[in-house]
């Protein structure tokens, strides 16, 4: 939760879904894909938040009535899809380097992460060449962040 607050997020003791947005995240490093993992933004280990088998084998956090103690961010991952959710009490809207800074990976311009060769970055299929941690994360977005070599095809649309 120390991550979420340096963020500028205000974590809760459970979920609101008043105001409910995804946008999704894909990240490649010279053309392969990483996983955004399960849980930023979750307090995983919190014995109020349930752990829901994937049908990959990996492991969702959520189904969070109420937690003794602060556990979720308004900002966070569910699963390792790339899906980035808002869910809040109030329309507030979240930028993507408020999730980055969740995440604990650094990003600029020029770097994700240790990478800092290339990079270049879509939202929803068009070229983005501002700043990417003030990207919006909007409802149905599609944010691709490539660094090094990209892959053959860039996702232009949330995938349903």
Request: glycine share 10%.
């Amino acid at each position: 939760m120390a991550l979420a607050r340096q963020a500028g997020l205000v974590p809760e003791v459970n979920e609101h879904l008043e105001y409910h947005v995804h946008s999704h995240l894909d990240v490649f490093i010279d053309g392969k894909k990483i996983r955004i993992p399960a849980g930023i933004g979750i307090d995983v280990h919190g014995s109020d938040v349930h752990r829901f088998p994937m049908p990959d084998g990996s492991v969702a956090y959520g189904g969070i009535t109420k937690c003794r103690d602060v556990c979720i961010s308004p900002l966070h991952t569910h699963d390792d899809t790339g899906i980035l959710h808002t869910e809040t009490s109030t329309p507030s809207p979240n930028r993507l380097g408020q999730f980055f800074i969740e995440w604990g990976v650094r990003l600029t311009r020029t770097c994700v992460g240790p990478y800092c060769k290339n990079v270049q970055v879509w939202v929803n299929g068009k070229r983005y060449r501002g700043d990417p941690r003030k990207i919006l994360l909007a409802n149905l977005t599609e944010i691709v962040i490539t660094v090094g070599t990209p892959p053959k095809s860039i996702p232009a649309k949330f995938p349903r």
